[in-house]
């Protein structure tokens, strides 16, 4: 495992921009963000692969959230843009240091380490 540290959430109005980092303390595989809300199972929202910088996004946020990594130090980043209420959420970094090829990269079993947790809220 790594510990992950997170920050850069905050209160934004609809419309607005926020950037989100995560800093591992050690290599990894993948690092990806997932969000929870209220009642419902975390939600992959995007994926970074450390070989290569392959990406992958919920179709929600396509288009509107990027993510993008650092080597050193191993940091990811998630700038969200044209945020929406809808956004609204605690958002976790997750990171994986293997990979399981029969398991999607939404599904949270895929990563060994989880960040404490930022909250964003878009709100008027």
């Known amino acids: 495992q790594v510990q992950l540290v997170e920050s850069g959430g905050g209160v934004v109005q609809p419309g607005g921009s926020l950037r989100l980092s995560c800093k591992a303390s050690?290599?990894?595989?993948?690092m990806g963000w997932f969000r929870h809300f209220p009642g419902k199972e975390r939600e992959g929202v995007a994926i970074i692969f450390t070989s290569g910088g392959s990406t992958y996004y919920a179709d929600s946020v396509k288009g509107r959230f990027t993510i993008s990594r650092e080597n050193f130090p191993n940091t990811v980043y998630l700038e969200m843009n044209s945020l929406k209420p809808e956004d609204t959420a605690m958002y976790y970094c997750?990171?994986?240091?293997?990979?399981?090829?029969?398991?999607?990269?939404?599904?949270?079993?895929?990563?060994?380490?989880w960040g404490q947790g930022t909250q964003v809220t878009v709100s008027s």
């Open positions: 050690g290599g990894t595989y993948a």
């Open positions: 997750a990171a994986a240091q293997g990979w399981r090829v029969d398991r999607s990269w939404r599904q949270t079993g895929q990563y060994n380490s």
